[in-house]
């Protein structure tokens, strides 16, 4: 079963999604705190805690290994249902590998971002131990945005981590609903997905013919409120 966590920072629109039994989860990102009006990040991150119990991902922010590794071990502290979130590399492009490794020693789950493909799910795999709980999280629409096809890096990442039954494989940057079905064909644990989309995710069911007189009946008010004629 493909569990779907909320791609979101906004207290408000948390305290709403953590509602939702369809929602298992919680992901968020230094760009979406911003976007949410973050200030101090310690103090906004304690006070989504406060909202929810439901697992989710916290990310460090820092570009060196010291102080991701700094920043972990204090992320890690604000709640037992946070998984603090590193990325694969930093801004030069080198592998995280260290931190990685010395937050898993300390027993601390980790969501490993900004992962393309299935040789760095490899790497990663190499510096983690097989009890602690680790997400790897892929990219697909970013992937999709520069004309790659994500499917067959999903299908051998997943087949990487059959082994590792701590290792779940997480959906990133989903651009349409039709992704939740792809994820769960392809077996993926988790997809993280933004408000509107969980939203349309919960419409599913729709026949064709009812899409086709939905469609037309839009058109046709949009019609009637321009007033066009011809």
């Known amino acids: 079963?493909?569990?779907?966590?909320?791609?979101?920072?906004d207290k408000n629109q948390i305290k709403k999604f953590a509602k939702?039994?369809?929602?298992?989860?919680?992901?968020?990102?230094?760009?979406?705190?911003?976007?949410?009006?973050?200030?101090?990040?310690?103090?906004?991150?304690?006070?989504?805690l406060k909202i929810t119990k439901k697992p989710i991902s916290l990310e460090v922010f820092a570009d060196d290994e010291a102080d991701m590794i700094k920043q972990g071990k204090i992320i890690n502290k604000l709640g037992n249902n946070v998984f603090v979130k590193v990325p694969i590399c930093n801004s030069k492009g080198?592998?995280?590998g260290n931190v990685i490794s010395k937050l898993n020693k300390e027993k601390i789950k980790l969501n490993i971002t900004a992962v393309y493909t299935h040789r760095q799910t490899k790497t990663i795999l190499s510096r983690i131990d097989k009890?602690?709980?680790?997400?790897i999280s892929i990219f697909a629409g970013r992937m999709s945005d520069v004309g790659k096809d994500p499917i067959p890096e999903f299908k051998k990442s997943i087949k990487l981590v059959k082994k590792n039954k701590n290792v779940q494989i997480l959906w990133a940057s989903t651009r349409e609903p039709y992704n939740y079905i792809q994820a769960k064909q392809l077996k993926c644990d988790i997809i993280t997905v933004p408000p509107?989309?969980?939203?349309?995710?919960?419409?599913?069911?729709?026949?064709?013919?009812?899409?086709?007189?939905?469609?037309?009946?839009?058109?046709?008010?949009?019609?009637?409120?321009?007033?066009?004629?011809?």
């Open 131 to 135: 009890k602690t709980k680790v997400i």
């Open 20 to 48: 939702k039994s369809i929602v298992k989860g919680f992901t968020t990102n230094p760009s979406l705190m911003r976007k949410a009006g973050a200030k101090d990040y310690k103090s906004y991150s304690l006070d989504i």
């Open 196 to 230: 509107n989309i969980i939203d349309k995710i919960e419409k599913f069911g729709k026949s064709f013919n009812k899409l086709t007189t939905d469609t037309v009946r839009g058109f046709l008010a949009d019609t009637k409120k321009s007033k066009f004629k011809i």
């Open 94 to 96: 080198k592998f995280m």
């Open 1 to 9: 079963m493909t569990k779907i966590f909320c791609d979101i920072a």
